[in-house]
């Protein structure tokens, strides 16, 4: 259990702000990844091997800062060859379109099917999707997405 919402209590109250983290670490010998997760987007795992797409969510709780003594449980996930985890922020899921919509995780889930690409191509695939879908309008929050291979 990590003890951290003490950490951030301060200054969340003071700001009436949240805080959201994702926190892993990964063991290339294991290849495993250990997590938690303080009300953060959960990653998508991408199992190019079968096809399958399944959401990092093991380990969710609060973001940091909302109570003093919050603790964060930790998951263990086994990847394999050929997994992409994608890290992304809410400004990609919530980009809206000219009609109001939200570009949302089912359409994010979407374009993350093609399992061929490289994490840079992904990458690109990822943001340009939003961007159409958003027609060009200015983001209202951060887009931001990191694709591991």
Known sequence: MLPLGSLTAGYTRLS???VTAFYGIYDPGKK???YACAGHNPPRLKRCQDGTLAVLDGA???PLGILDK???????QQLQTGDQ?????DGITEAHNP????????????VLELCTLEA???LDTVLQAVE????????EDDRTAIVRR
Request: proline fraction near 2%; charged fraction near 20%.
């Open 85 to 89: 985890i994608v890290f992304y922020t």
């Open 16 to 18: 009436e702000t949240s």
């Open 120 to 122: 840079s191509a992904l």
């Open 32 to 34: 495993q990844l250990v």
């Open 99 to 110: 009609a109001g919509e939200m570009f949302g995780t089912a359409r994010l889930d979407q």
């Open 70 to 76: 919050q603790e964060y449980s930790e998951c263990v």
């Open 132 to 139: 159409q879908f958003t027609e060009g309008h200015p983001a």
């Open 60 to 62: 969710r709780a609060l």
